[in-house]
T-cell receptor
Framework: DGGITQSPKYLFRKEGQNVTLSCEQNLNHDAMYWYRQDPGQGLRLIYYSQIVNDFQKGDIAEGYSVSREKKESFPLTVTSAQKNPTAFYLC??????????FGPGTRLTVT | AQTVTQSQPEMSVQEAETVTLSCTYDTSESDYYLFWYKQPPSRQMILVIRQEAYKQQNATENRFSVNFQKAAKSFSLKISDSQLGDAAMYFCAYRSAVHAAGNKLTFGGGTRVLVKP
């Protein structure tokens, strides 16, 4: 079945540690996106990539980094520079002419 | 930059009744897309309905319909014959039609819909 996989569903880290969230898609989509969702709020764009080896900052990129070495993978690293990393993170992908398709999300808790 | 505002944090509706969710947006663009997404407790984002700004006709998907008022920059969602499964967070979203903009989505803050049996 085609879809987006985000693993793990729940992730716990100590403050000061970098952590990488996985996003894999087998939909053959060119574009991929990372959003952050805080409790009771809408999604905010962190980074996006329209093609392999290229990506752009979204509205809240500070403290995050990404890579796009393969079409199917778009990992997000939450660095220690991110002041409030605890949040729900959603990955999405898109085919030209269609809308974004979302993964199930990863809940990151940093203590 | 575009902004999307949902002024109703929570709405309650009786099963089988109708509820309308409000959304306003701000943009200087003339061509764009508007969406309503549903986020149930599973937190999976599900596309409910899409409206293209250049189309005057309001979009409809089964029990879901929109009232798109371009001049007023208003985009409301009507859920008819509400069902228990409609209980969720609903997000209004905007996307520019300009390809160079990266097809990014800008979301409102969400409205929680409660359905009473």
């Amino acid at each position: 079945d085609g879809g987006i996989t985000q693993s793990p569903k729940y992730l716990f880290r100590k403050e000061g540690q970098n952590v990488t969230l996985s996003c894999e898609q087998n939909l053959n989509h060119d574009a991929m996106y990372w959003y952050r969702q805080d409790p009771g709020q809408g999604l905010r764009l962190i980074y996006y990539s329209q093609i392999v080896n290229d990506f752009q900052k979204g509205d809240i990129a500070e403290g995050y980094s990404v890579s796009r070495e393969k079409k199917e993978s778009f990992p997000l690293t939450v660095t220690s520079a991110q002041k409030n990393p605890t949040a729900f993170y959603l990955c999405a992908s898109r085919d030209p002419g269609r809308e974004q398709y979302f993964g199930p999300g990863t809940r990151l808790t940093v203590t | 930059a575009q902004t999307v505002t949902q002024s109703q944090p929570e709405m309650s509706v009786q099963e089988a009744e109708t509820v309308t969710l409000s959304c306003t947006y701000d943009t200087s663009e003339s061509d764009y897309y508007l969406f309503w997404y549903k986020q149930p407790p599973s937190r999976q984002m599900i596309l409910v309905i899409r409206q293209e700004a250049y189309k005057q006709q309001n979009a409809t998907e089964n029990r879901f319909s929109v009232n798109f008022q371009k001049a007023a920059k208003s985009f409301s969602l009507k859920i008819s014959d509400s069902q228990l499964g409609d209980a969720a967070m609903y997000f209004c979203a905007y996307r520019s039609a300009v390809h160079a903009a990266g097809n990014k989505l800008t979301f409102g803050g969400g409205t929680r819909v409660l359905v009473k049996p």
